[in-house]
């Protein structure tokens, strides 16, 4: 049995208890478009040799700025390169993080020990190497604010890149024909085909539900697998698997990435037509019901 983290989760402004966040209703309207179109900046991390998918800095900010208020606890189940927890030490939040793979970890460590301390801001932000299976050893009942991650997707990186969505001339980059996968354990969701996939980690999440506070929200950021020409709707497996846990669908925001994306191919053309799944992700808002 493992020992509790010693880390606050009750919040330290002065926002009336009726309220969810700390924005003004004018910061509320603008947030209430479900399609969000994000950036990254200097501090985030876009080399995929350094790991192979992971979000800006400003999704989970986001997140935790609609979700919670400042000194509440934050957790990300498959942290990666720690940008949850940059989020929230940014944020004045409170945040744990837990990684199967013990060179994101460390690398977390890093970004963290190199970020911009405030030390008038008392909050802790911990990675911590373990299965996100294990993650109610770590923390006790109705105390999480928010759970927020880019989980690993569903067999995507289990392939050699043949980087048909880039331009032609461009496709023998330095990943062509490689494959990115995070890791080789059984135990890690980005070896799973999608419906196996949806199910571990609606199992993982079986866990973590008592640890919400009550109508505390849970985001996953994910996309759907297009793999031997055919597309499998991952979001709507893993919909309908919290669903059978406990969960409450509450949104679904679409994550548009088109300025994000130049330079493609022309993929299918002229015989079949098929969608960028490079130019959008879904952001899949649940709750823990009263």
Not at 150 to 166: G, Q, V
Not at 223 to 252: C, F
């Amino acid at each position: 049995m493992k020992r509790k983290i010693d880390i606050n989760f009750i919040k330290t402004c002065s926002c009336p208890e009726n309220h969810i966040n700390c924005l003004t209703a004018k910061d509320w309207v603008r947030n209430q478009v479900a399609v969000w179109e994000l950036y990254y900046e200097k501090r985030d991390i876009r080399d995929k040799d350094t790991h192979p998918a992971v979000f800006p800095i400003a999704l989970p900010k986001k997140c935790i700025q609609l979700f919670t208020h400042k000194g509440e606890l934050v957790i990300d189940p498959f942290v990666g390169v720690g940008t949850t927890l940059i989020a929230a030490r940014d944020l004045s939040r409170n945040a744990v993080g837990f990684d199967l793979n013990k060179k994101y970890i460390d690398f977390t460590n890093e970004r963290l020990a190199q970020a911009q301390i405030d030390f008038e801001d008392s909050t802790k932000q911990i990675a911590i190497c373990d299965d996100a299976i294990n993650i109610s050893e770590y923390l006790s009942e109705n105390t999480v604010s928010l759970s927020v991650t880019s989980p690993p997707y569903a067999n995507m990186l289990n392939h050699r890149r043949l980087n048909k969505s880039i331009r032609g001339d461009l496709r023998r980059n330095k990943h062509f024909k490689k494959i990115q996968q995070y890791s080789n354990n059984p135990r890690d969701l980005g070896t799973m085909k999608p419906k196996e996939y949806a199910e571990a980690l609606a199992e993982i999440y079986k866990g973590i539900l008592p640890l919400l506070k009550p109508k505390a929200h849970c985001i996953i950021n994910l996309n759907d697998l297009w793999e031997n020409n055919h597309r499998y709707p991952t979001h709507s497996y893993v919909i309908e698997a919290m669903q059978k846990v406990g969960y409450e669908l509450r949104n679904i925001i679409i994550w548009d990435k088109r300025n994000l994306v130049n330079k493609v191919g022309i993929y299918g053309w002229p015989s079949n037509y098929i969608t960028l799944s490079t130019t959008f992700e879904y952001i899949l808002d649940f709750w823990k019901p009263l």
